[in-house]
């Protein structure tokens, strides 16, 4: 698993930093793992537990996330 590289952003505005502060709530500190699938869907059951996964197929882009034995996703697309 890749962890995103930490950087020293004291010097930035407070707006900035409490932005970090949210991602980093979000991807659990930088242990939140993100598979991919190139299938439709990913291709197990959800698990108890929060996970993400990027499907990427064909032209169609989506991130699930597994919670509570259930798949919600979001299509991705491009402005």
């Not at 010097?11 to 699938?37: A, C, P, R, Y």
Request: aromatic residues 14%.
């Amino acid at each position: 698993m890749a962890k995103i590289s930490d950087h020293d952003f004291s010097k930035e505005s407070i707006q900035s930093q409490e932005f970090l502060e949210e991602v980093k709530k979000i991807f659990n500190n930088g242990t939140m793992e993100i598979d991919f699938t190139a299938a439709s869907e990913p291709a197990y059951e959800a698990p108890t537990e929060p996970r993400l996964v990027l499907s990427v197929f064909g032209s169609q882009y989506r991130l699930y996330l597994g919670v509570n034995t259930t798949w919600y996703y979001v299509t991705l697309t491009a402005l």
